[in-house]
């Protein structure tokens, strides 16, 4: 990294006694800036492993990971009196409220704030370079931040993800106030701070690309396959790509492997993976085969008259979003979209009460989406 060989050090906290001094410090804040660090890409059960700080003076870096209570950080992140700056924050959030059950108020995202303004480079870095000259080492990115200690290095690049953002904040605040987007961009900061994750109901094999190429029964072989390789990782404490790929397993499910020899030939299975893992695939393949076969849900057909409904719907956003430089969700978001095609509302009440989550897209669009409607009928 260059231009950053000036900064002080970073204040690392792993004490508990260090943690409720830095609290107290937040809480007297109007402005913070937060960011994490995972290790989905090193073990089975992703966790957060460090939490950064940044304040207008200060940097600091909290290890949760070291035994100390960081539960008291709720009352931070739920504090509607202080303003909380992310950088892509959908992530972070899920992450923090799935480990520690935190809740948010008063988010600014400058990913999405730089999405609404329509910039051509969103990542950090570039943003970085961009308005500060500061050019940042991407190496560890996907560095493993389960491993203590961490380097100097790791913790100067920690320290970046969140030293920045205040004023970075405060630039794009600046432009969306001029722009007279800030009321959209609030909005969606309202929507980031409830993200969830996904609840893990679907079947394994739906996270393989091109399952739904396979046959019934070579589906019933993949998800065998799946169950098998997540039993493995789940015991080794490794990401399940690390155990065996995924295109590997939609290429053994596709043929019709009746022995070791077969097995062997597949393509992408090494001769490493072969010795190690063939007698549990072989078995996988064995159940597969004889258990029923899987037949995809497939849904019903929309209605013709839904979707011409929606294609007009997608038309006006496309050519509003390239007259603004945006994308077309930064217009109205996809699911709220497709749910006013469905419905097809006709009057202001009814279009309101589906766009109550985007109320200044409502201000703003609602009498086009309307006109699309009632052209439509």
Sequence with gaps: MTNNDLLPEPIYIDTSQELHELITTLRTEKRIAVDTESDSLYVYHEKVCLIQFSTSTADYLVDPLCGIDVSELGMIFADPTIEKVFHAAEYDVICLRRDYGFEFTNLFDTMQAARILGLPKLGLSSLLEEYFAVIVDKRFQKADWGKRPLSPAMVHYARLDTHYLIPLQEKLSSALQKSKQLKVAREDFVRIARSTSSPNDKPC????????????????????????????????????????????????????????????????????????????????????????????????????????????????????????????????????????????????????????????????????????LKEQS
């Design 205 to 372: 094999y739906t996270a393989v690309r091109g399952y739904h190429t396979l046959a019934p029964q070579q589906l019933a072989v993949l998800a065998e396959l799946c169950a098998y390789r997540d039993r493995i990782a789940n015991q080794a404490d490794l990401p399940p790509f690390k155990i065996l790929g995924s295109a590997v397993l939609l290429e053994i499910a596709k043929t019709s492997i009746n022995g070791s020899d077969e097995l062997s030939s597949v393509p992408g299975l090494s001769d490493r993976l072969f010795h190690r893992y063939s007698k549990g695939l072989l078995e996988a393949i064995r159940l597969g085969k004889s258990k029923p076969p899987i037949y995809l849900d497939h849904r019903c057909k929309p209605s013709e008259t839904y979707i011409a409904r929606l294609e007009r719907l997608k038309k006006w956003r496309l050519k509003l979003a390239n007259e603004k430089k945006v994308e077309s969700d930064v217009i109205l978001p996809r699911e709220i979209l497709e749910e006013i095609a469905k419905i097809d509302p006709t009057t202001d009440q009814d279009l309101a009460l589906l766009m109550q989550d985007v109320p200044e897209r409502f201000h703003l669009y609602g009498p086009s989406i309307l006109k699309i």
